[in-house]
């Protein structure tokens, strides 16, 4: 028994019953049950580690720290890369709340774990609908593991070591995708855009891609903002050279462009958070979507947990459960499709809610509206004669050719700030000058978008 | 008596209608007309999704939820996942607007407070790892192994020692340590345990070489067994030019009594949604992070989150040449590791010790009260005292009665309670591993026994009911093999095989 024993609410037990378990135990204190590890390795100091003695003090501490920040709500946002800002529903975290969903196990004993397994199969059905595809899994940890893991799955199916992507993609996930192929020993190769318009040069990806490659990854709208065209044709070359297509969606933009299941292509990929995920948390907890179309042999290579619709041993009721858990570390250990075992499963069931109080109808709305702002903020910028960088079809994401020097970038974020704005994300290519990726979502009314372009118009005087 | 809900309650998209509306967002006032996407682009089927009112959605899921165990229904023993309450605290704290607004590739300057948290958890994890480098970019503890494997990786190939790809890890190991292996391109080299569970070291020196890369090893083992040779093991592989790495699922039977640093670890992770009680969230989210000292220093993952004392400015350092990269797309999970910083600033240092103290006293006394049981033996030895988990057999109550440790474990669900840890580790037969963690008091733990008692008497003279079992949950026995047989892995399938005229339940 240690001196500091002071029954705190996080213990179960009080010194009595301390005292009870050690007698039951035959013991004097509970060092007895240390006994056996060896003194020199046992830590005999102290450590300074953060302590408040009560739950209101520990509070006002946390919120004093947390008051430093500037939120997304406290200026207005343009910034988006990946994840962006969102309104949850009152709803939404009424039911978050639930103990019954947030304190629960991974569902390995079905039969008392319904509700998650239900949730998550619903989840899932959800993202099929969105992509245009029949199988997704219940969640990786996000967007940019997701193109790690599609990389992988697409080396399985085809037993082939080579990857390509376009250079389009964000660079966050292209670091986690460099990453996460070096075991594998996968040869990385990237396909260029071209210059003006933004879009994948078809050409060069028709040229790379052969019997050695095992996939091609390309973001639409990529991480530029540009719409990619000409997907169906690179498609039909990837499948006639038995290279499987990896689309990584905007999930907003799927309520008004094409779904990738719809255009051909063998999976899916993308961000949950900006589909009622959750709130941006400062970019984690996130939610990691992997959709397919359903093969027999292909789906078994799909990495992280599945539910799937079973039965009642006795009764045949219909119940739901994880699935295919042979690909599982937990069952195949080193043979299995990938180590994820703890997912994103309680941001899978958010956005599921989300989804399912937006409806057809809500999902619709929103995108609409972050398109149509976008739209509009380039029609006024342009008024004032500030350029996108890419004259091509986008959603709600764009570059601003601003060309600010490196020297005057934190001047710039000051001015921004001032005038309560995040003003997108700083774009470089050669890391001298700097544009601005800027994005829209649906929380910004039209005066905030006037005042976008009002800050622009007086930065450039 | 225990009656969990059952409401056969139907799918969203059953309960859906065409027209009703459950949310209205934020709609601008431009008109719809000025879209205009391409035609080959334009999305032309609207996605299936449910359209229900407000009120159908809640009910929805507040039946759901009712559907489901947790462990504020009840005790929730799982060996190796730690289920420990999670403080309310935790929940309140993680929902501050001030928390929950910040994007991730905001300025620095505005982040100050969120970057402030993580840099005190980096050091406050850091200190209980006695290894002072930490990274909280790994969102999960899997993440973490990967992560920390890829550090010793990365050493090795630094150092010209790029023949070293062979992790070795002791048979009783968690199967993402094997996985995490597999996904660095390293080869596992699995050791037998001895009889009384620990590493045999006969096998250990047999197994180093110059193609070493580390040992990994979770210290208590998945036995609960300490691993008392660690001294000499960490003098074997290092001679061997090897490194050990320290998984540290099993972390909260030591908090604070041993730093893994002073056993010779190198290299940890941390499940944060374990030791340090944030929700498991039916699945995650979790969140890791990696402690590692000097010599893997230089391989953490980028940005890492530095602080500036002359300036009082926390800052993102980009300029690691030697870094592995990234690992998650952002910061790893910030929400989380915010719930965890909570966590320890409510226990303190002292307080975080007897955690683990009361860890073990309980999980001893839950193993000793359940090894008296007829039919349960206590896996490999009796001598050696459990750390916070044990693991017990049930091999001769099969063998004696057609009742399996499945069917056990079933029956207690029928109880109100949750099963343990069923079938693991690989090394034991028929396994029980029980972790009570240091929330469930003696009386909890008494009626836990008492039913499993109860249960084992009833299955003696009906092995049936065993087999049936559990009753009174929204569902009975589970066939899983249903489900890989015949694959409705979404409601798209399901409907097509309904239009198709095969059976779907």
Known sequence: ?461 | MYRQAKYDEPLLFELSKKGRRAHLPPRCDFSRDDINIPENMRRTVPPELPELHEGEVMRHYVHLSQQNYCIDTGTYPLGSCTMKYNPKINETVARMEKMMYLHPNQPVESVQGILEVLYELQVALGELAGLKHTTLQTPAGASGEYCGLALIKAYHDDHGDTQRDEIIAPDSSHGTNPASTVMNGMKLIEIKSNEDGRVNMEALKAAVSDKTAGLMLTNPNTLGIFEKDIIEMSRIVKEAGGLLYYDGANFNAIVGKIRPGDMGYDVLHFNLHKTFSTPHGGGGPGSAAVCCNDLLEPYLPIPTIEYDKEKDFYFYNHDRPKSIGKVHGYHGNAAIALRAYTYIAALGFQGLKDTAEHAVLTANYAVRKLEKLDGFRLSHTSEIPRKHEGVLEATPFLRKYDVSGMDIAKMIISRGLHAPTVYFPLIAHEAWMVEPTENENKDRIDQYVQAVSEEMEKAKVDSDYAHDAPKWTSVGRIDSAWSVRNLVLSYKIYKEKKEKGEFVP
């Open chain 1, 1 to 461: 028994m240690t001196e500091g024993f002071k029954e705190h609410p996080y213990l179960g037990n009080s010194q009595q019953d301390v005292d009870e378990m050690l007698q039951y135990l035959g013991l004097k204190s509970i060092e007895e049950l240390y006994s056996d590890i060896p003194d020199d390795i046992r830590f005999k100091g102290e450590l300074d580690l953060p302590h408040y003695k009560s739950e209101y003090e520990l509070l006002e501490a946390i919120k004093a720290k947390m008051s430093k920040n500037i939120t997304t709500r406290e200026v207005r946002s343009f910034m988006g890369g990946g994840v962006l800002d969102i309104y949850m529903p009152a709803l939404q975290d009424e039911v978050l709340r639930r103990t019954e969903f947030y304190s629960a196990y991974t569902p390995y004993q079905p039969e008392t774990s319904q509700g998650t397994t239900q949730a998550l199969f619903e989840y899932q059905s959800m993202i099929c609908e969105l992509v245009g595809m029949n199988v997704a899994n219940c969640s990786l940890y996000d967007w940019a593991t997701a193109v790690g893991e599609a990389a992988l799955m697409a080396s399985r199916i085809t037993k082939r070591y080579k990857f390509i992507y376009t250079a389009a993609t964000a660079p966050n996930r292209e670091a986690v995708l460099k990453n996460y192929v070096v075991g594998a020993n996968l040869e990385l190769e990237e396909i260029p855009y071209d210059p003006t318009t933004g879009k994948m040069n078809i050409a060069e990806a028709k040229a790379k891609m052969d019997n050695t490659v095992a996939g091609i990854y390309i973001e639409n709208p990529n991480f530029l903002g540009v719409i990619e065209d000409g997907l169906e044709e690179i498609i039909a070359d990837a499948h006639e050279k038995g290279v499987k297509v990896v689309i990584g969606a905007d999930m907003n933009s799927l309520a008004l462009l094409k779904p990738p299941g719809e255009y051909g292509a063998d999976i899916c990929i993308g961000e949950g958070q900006t589909i009622g995920g959750g709130p941006l948390n400062f970019g984690g907890p996130l939610l990691g979507i992997l959709a397919m179309q359903f093969d027999r042999r292909e789906t078994r290579q799909m990495p992280g947990r599945i539910v799937g619709v079973t039965i009642t041993a006795n009764e045949g009721e219909r119940a739901f459960a994880n699935t295919l858990e042979t690909r599982e570390q937990h069952i195949k250990r080193e043979r299995a499709t990938s180590n994820i075992c703890t997912n994103e499963g309680l941001v899978a069931l958010s956005c599921a809610i989300h989804l399912a109080l937006l409806g057809p109808e809500g999902y619709k709305d929103t995108a609409e509206t972050m398109y149509l702002s976008a739209h509009y903020l380039v029609k006024e910028l342009e008024k004032i004669g500030v350029k996108r960088v890419f004259n091509s079809e986008f959603f709600n994401t764009f570059i601003l050719d601003l060309k600010i020097p490196k020297s005057k970038k934190q001047e710039f974020i000051n001015f921004m700030l001032e005038r309560k704005i995040f003003p997108g994300i700083p774009y470089s290519n050669d890391g001298e000058n700097y544009d601005y990726i800027v994005t829209t979502s649906y929380l910004l009314c039209e005066e905030d978008l006037n005042d976008y372009v009002k800050a622009i118009g007086e930065w450039r005087s």
